[in-house]
T-cell receptor, first 113, second 115 residues
Framework: EADIYQTPRYLVIGTGKKITLECSQT?????MYWYQQDPGMELHLIHY???????EKGDLSSESTVSRIRTEHFPLTLESARPSHTSQYLC????????????FGNGTRLTVT | AQTVTQSQPEMSVQEAETVTLSCTYD???????LFWYKQPPSRQMILVIR??????QNATENRFSVNFQKAAKSFSLKISDSQLGDAAMYFC????????????FGQGTRLTINP
């Protein structure tokens, strides 16, 4: 089993709140990713990181931000949550080579009321 | 940009039978990797099988095998002797060889196993 952890597992918050979704991995992977999974189950890349102090926006525009201060930690922050942010967020990490699969966390299901 | 298409939103199969899930992709790259991932309900996304584009031989992992047709840009997944535990969302995914090596997913196919 991959050692990548996401907290919280479920989160229900009100509009306008600031939230941080946590993602940690113990495998020493340089590459980390955040995917947003919509109710239809499609997955869209919203952020990725090559390593410490490296972050890039993904293919889907997102109002969230990320940081990568430590190799093992890749948190995602929403400064002011809106109902349109309601979704499942999946964090993943991988070794440097393309052949190695991404390892996924269990996801955070966010509901903004 | 690369795209991945799964044209079957839902599939069902009788337990112990064989089912094939379809996937096509579009890319201008010559080197890349293809993956099938499985996402059971409320559970972690896990790798089922992977294929290197430069290999002509189709990958096989126990009951799971692929039919990789590079010229047609097709990458289907065959599940033999289907089991109840195979019920899940299945995602086909493309990963480039260079750069960000982002994983691009298809829309997913929900597989139901009928006992």
């Amino acid at each position: 089993e991959a050692d990548i952890y996401q907290t919280p597992r479920y989160l229900v918050i009100g509009t306008g709140k600031k939230i941080t979704l946590e993602c940690s991995q113990t495998m020493g992977h340089d590459k980390m990713y955040w995917y947003q999974q919509d109710p239809g189950m499609e997955l869209h890349l919203i952020h990725y990181s090559y390593g410490v102090n490296s972050t890039e926006k993904g293919d889907l525009s997102s109002e969230s931000t990320v940081s990568r201060i430590r190799t093992e930690h890749f948190p995602l922050t929403l400064e002011s949550a809106r109902p349109s942010h309601t979704s499942q967020y999946l964090c993943a990490s991988s070794p440097p080579d393309s052949y190695s699969p991404l390892h996924f966390g269990n996801g955070t299901r966010l509901t903004v009321t | 940009a690369q795209t991945v298409t799964q044209s079957q939103p839902e599939m069902s199969v009788q337990e112990a039978e064989t089912v094939t899930l379809s996937c096509t992709y579009d890319t201008s790259e010559s080197d890349y990797y293809l993956f099938w991932y499985k996402q059971p309900p409320s559970r972690q996304m896990i790798l089922v099988i992977r294929q290197e584009a430069y290999k002509q031989q189709n990958a096989t992992e126990n009951r799971f095998s692929v039919n990789f047709q590079k010229a047609a840009k097709s990458f289907s997944l065959k599940i033999s002797d289907s089991q109840l535990g195979d019920a899940a969302m299945y995602f086909c995914a493309y990963r480039g060889y260079k750069g960000a090596q982002k994983l691009v997913f298809g829309q997913g196919t929900r597989l139901t196993i009928n006992p």
